[in-house]
């Protein structure tokens, strides 16, 4: 297939464009510079609203990775006015781009994240739940109701509430790594606030899963099936990686270090269900997080 992923630099959008090269498809990549490459990149501006439409036609698919690091940095007014602005423009602009080709790719993959449903206790969270009331909840909103042009033409989408990513190559794991090999690892605030996580590997395989499960579109839940709380979570990797956990964070220092960005990324508990893509029979490569852990610290 000929596919677009945009975000293709990040995380997940290079894992995803390393195997499906592997897999013989054409990956083009949507990039803010001055494309180096003309056979594979094509320019785009999400602030400015521009996009080389012409290069888009005859896709297959395309896959919407793109927006502002929400880890990195205080939630100041100018911050978190990108992280917004990042999502919402650029699926925006994508979406209405898509819906006015001749010929439109059969499908649209669009993270979102499972900030949608906001800090909800130990409440089980399928994609039936209603959506929560923060910062990040009505980004999600807004995020997922851009691709509303391309659904409304006939593109089939699908928006993946995406949860903690775990790889050693970034994200929240690779940051604890370290600590946590040094022995100074530990539960933050009660430790009792679930945490939905995935591996890297599910995120790929998900996604390339939805390009010929025809049946799925709109929300679906990108987690494994066994959410884990915080201190459960502390416990297994210092377990995986032979180290104590005696340490802990108070709630009160993290919202001191972070601020907003606390309550909403280490505070806030989010038991989320990924019940559609089991419905659609995907297969997880990793369901439990001991597993995980270490096959994924066997690198690191």
């Known amino acids: 297939m000929k596919i677009l992923v945009t975000g293709a630099s990040g995380l997940v959008g290079t894992a995803l464009t390393e195997s499906l090269s592997s897999k013989g498809h054409k990956v083009m990549r949507l990039v803010r510079s001055q494309p180096v490459n003309d056979s594979n990149e094509i320019k785009w501006n999400p602030q400015a609203g521009e996009i080389d439409a012409g290069r888009l036609e005859g ?23 990108r992280i917004r602005e990042s999502r919402v ?3 925006q602009l994508l979406s209405e781009t898509l819906a006015r080709m001749e010929r439109k790719p059969r ?3 669009a ?15 399928t994609e039936k739940s209603a959506s929560g009331d923060d910062f990040l909840s009505e980004v999600c909103r807004e995020w ?16 993946f509430r995406i949860g903690v990513i775990l790889s050693d190559k970034g994200g929240a794991l690779a940051k604890m790594i370290t600590p946590f090999k040094f022995g100074l690892g530990g539960k933050i605030g009660s430790g009792e606030q679930y945490m939905s996580w995935v591996a ?8 390339e899963f939805a390009f010929e499960s025809e049946n799925l579109s709109g929300p679906v839940n990108l987690v494994s099936p066994n959410a884990v709380t915080n201190l459960e979570f502390t416990k297994s990797l210092g377990d995986a990686l032979s180290r104590p956990t005696f340490f802990f964070v108070p709630a009160f220092a993290a919202r001191a270090a972070f601020g907003e960005m606390a309550d909403a990324l280490l505070l806030s508990s989010a038991r989320v269900e990924p019940e559609r893509l089991k419905e659609a029979g995907y297969q997880f490569k990793y ?5 995980a852990l270490r096959h994924i610290l066997k690198s690191a």
């Open 144 to 159: 997922e109701l851009a691709t509303r042009p391309a659904s409304q033409s006939g593109i089939r989408v699908v928006n």
């Open 200 to 207: 890297l590997e599910d995120v790929v395989g998900a996604i």
């Open 287 to 291: 369901s439990e997080i001991e597993k």
């Open 111 to 125: 993270a979102s994240a499972i900030g949608f449903y906001g800090d909800r206790g130990a409440e089980v969270l």
């Open 107 to 109: 499908v649209l993959v």
């Open 89 to 91: 423009k650029g699926t």
């Open 59 to 81: 896709l297959d698919a395309v896959v919407h990775l793109a927006g502002e690091n929400i880890s990195e940095g205080r939630w100041t007014d100018e911050k978190k006015r």
